[in-house]
């Protein structure tokens, strides 16, 4: 399975990976600061984990393990968001638009 993050970055991952819980398996922790900087709310919105967006996320943490073969378990960690912090959203996005009309009708 994939994560394919808003910025482009492509991320195979454990078929077990859910919207809350991203697994990467990798050989070692030398990508383990690399996940953690992709690993942001921006790149989150708009991101998609196979076929389902992960619109309503919010990172939380990012953890590495080693297991006993030798693999680096690396675990993105992220909350749904609460529905007061998805209509706030709604609200911010409308301020917006309503701000940007109200522009360009001074602008006329």
């Not at 030798?70 to 960690?77: A, D, H, K, M, Y």
């Amino acid at each position: 399975m994939k994560l394919t993050l808003k910025n482009g970055t492509e991320i195979e991952v454990a078929n077990t990976s859910t919207s809350t819980n991203i697994v990467i398996v990798e050989k070692d922790f030398s990508n383990v600061d690399n996940y953690n900087e992709l690993f942001n709310a921006e790149n989150l919105k708009g991101a998609m984990l196979g076929e389902n967006e992960l619109d309503s996320v919010i990172p939380t943490d990012v953890k590495a393990e080693k297991e006993v073969g030798g693999n680096v378990v690396i675990t993105l960690i992220a909350r749904k968001k609460t529905d007061s912090e998805i209509i706030q959203e709604r609200l911010d996005e409308q301020e917006d638009v309503l701000n940007f009309l109200l522009m360009a009708r001074e602008e006329e």
